[in-house]
């Protein structure tokens, strides 16, 4: 695929920057057009994918099941919901944004450039 080689022939030292330049990039001419600026987000089998040994097309298949039943049922399928189990998941992808935004991209930025995330985060 096009993304496959885009990604070999770059430097691996350019990775976390060539990211933020391209989201910058996008966010600057979607609003340019009057478009909503990009944001962290996930996609819906991020956490089924992360859960599970070996992801296969049923992750999506059951990630994606859970998101109609709550697309269809609504609040009724929340109320039912456990509590910690909600604040469980929102601190398991909270650090996951964490890890991904801030860890594994030490390496990559100068030690002033990592204090200044390390603030804004």
């Not at 009057?34 to 992801?55: E, R, T």
């Not at 910690?84 to 890890?99: M, Q, S």
């Amino acid at each position: 695929p096009l993304t496959h080689s885009v990604t070999t022939t770059l430097p691996p030292s350019n990775d976390c920057h060539m990211a933020s330049m391209t989201r910058c990039a996008a966010s600057a001419a979607s609003g340019l057009v009057g478009g909503a600026v990009s944001y962290f987000g996930l996609s819906g089998s991020k956490l089924s994918a992360d859960a599970s040994p070996k992801p296969t097309r049923a992750t999506g298949i059951v990630a994606a099941c859970v998101s109609l039943l709550g697309f269809f049922a609504g609040g009724a399928v929340l109320q039912w919901t456990p509590r910690v189990l909600v604040g469980g998941i929102v601190i398991y992808l909270g650090a996951g944004f964490i890890l991904e935004g801030l860890w594994d991209c030490r390496h990559q930025l100068s030690k002033s450039e990592f204090i200044n995330v390390a603030v804004i985060v």
